[in-house]
């Protein structure tokens, strides 16, 4: 995952294995691990690479490396859909803990509301 982050501070990567399960016809589990891929050459950010190999200016600039985990379930009730989610994460760099907490409710909606798009887009559908 790649987030940016406004000057001065460094865009973030966070390196993370992503599991998936379906434990039901109407929900599934997802448990995001985070993983140390410095020592992987295939590895853009986590090993500096994307500093002369990225294809654009944004993805040349110099990156924190921070860590993020998650479990989360989702279940289709009807229309609705129940999403219940445990998480923690550290952007590291210069942006102190108190900070990075007020970001993080924020952040995670707008992480769902980016799979739900992505979901609907991979289906066929337009979101309402």
């Known amino acids: ?47 500096g690479r994307n500093r002369t190999e990225g294809d654009s200016a944004q993805k040349r600039e110099k990156v924190t490396v921070g860590q993020y985990v998650s479990v989360e379930r989702v279940k289709m009730l009807d229309r609705d859909i129940l999403w219940e989610m445990a998480t923690a994460s550290d952007a590291k760099g210069n942006l102190p803990m108190m900070l990075q907490k007020l970001g993080v409710p924020g952040a995670v909606v707008k992480d769902v509301g980016y799979f739900m798009k992505w979901t609907a887009e991979k289906r066929g559908r337009s979101l309402p």
């Open 1 to 47: 995952m790649c987030h940016s982050i406004p000057s001065p501070l460094e865009n973030r990567v966070f390196s993370t294995l992503v599991v998936r399960g379906k434990d039901s016809p109407s929900s599934f589990v997802v448990a995001q691990i985070p993983v140390d891929l410095s020592a992987v050459s295939a590895a853009m950010y986590s090993t």
